[in-house]
């Protein structure tokens, strides 16, 4: 059971321990900012098993507290409810929307399944959150950059939107 908040947003990468779980910090921290926390549920997930119970990618909670965030989630696998539960489930790339699609098929399901990049409106140029995991640490530190400018635009084009 997730709390009854008036939205729900479920962010989905591939292992749950580089892009996914920074989004979700990022956007968590931005809300707790502007005191609307208490109105937005928010979790994320992997597509993969792998990692399943562990803590995220060291350089993901490293970009996250230079940036005075806290990241302190433990991976998960997608699960069916998933679907059911989340109103917005946000992928970090195309290959995961694909699997998502593939998931949602067969289990059913309300949520709406979402690239995270199409919140940003301004540039169609890049539709994927590169996959930083095999790179070096400066590409944790563009990763943030994605994930913040997007997290605010999730911000004014959904949470906003959704507000009682
Ligand atoms: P993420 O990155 O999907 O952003 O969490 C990855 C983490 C682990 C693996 C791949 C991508 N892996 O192959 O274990």
Redesign the pocket.
């Known amino acids: 059971m997730i709390p009854n908040r008036p939205l729900s947003i479920l962010f989905v ?8 779980p920074l989004a979700e910090a990022i956007l968590r921290h931005r809300l707790t900012e502007t005191h609307m926390n208490a109105n937005v549920y928010i979790d994320s997930a ?1 597509t993969g098993d ?2 399943t119970g562990r803590s995220a990618d060291g350089r993901s909670i490293s970009v996250a507290r230079r940036n005075g965030i806290t990241l302190d989630s433990n991976a998960r696998q997608v699960i069916p409810e998933d679907f059911h539960i989340f109103d917005y489930i946000l992928a ?1 790339d195309r290959q995961n929307q694909q699997d998502l699609e593939a998931l949602k098929v067969l289990h059913g399901g309300k949520a709406i399944i979402k690239l995270f990049l199409e919140f940003d409106i301004a540039d169609k140029s890049v539709l994927d959150v590169p ?1 930083p ?1 095999y790179g070096g640490t400066e590409g944790f530190q563009h990763l943030f950059q994605m994930l913040d400018k997007t997290c605010l635009l999730i911000i004014n084009q959904l949470v906003d939107e959704t507000m009682p």
Do not use: A, P, Q
Request: charge should be neutral; include cysteine; aromatic fraction near 14%.
């Open positions: 990468c591939l292992g749950n321990i580089c892009r996914s992997g792998w990692h970090m996959d995991y």
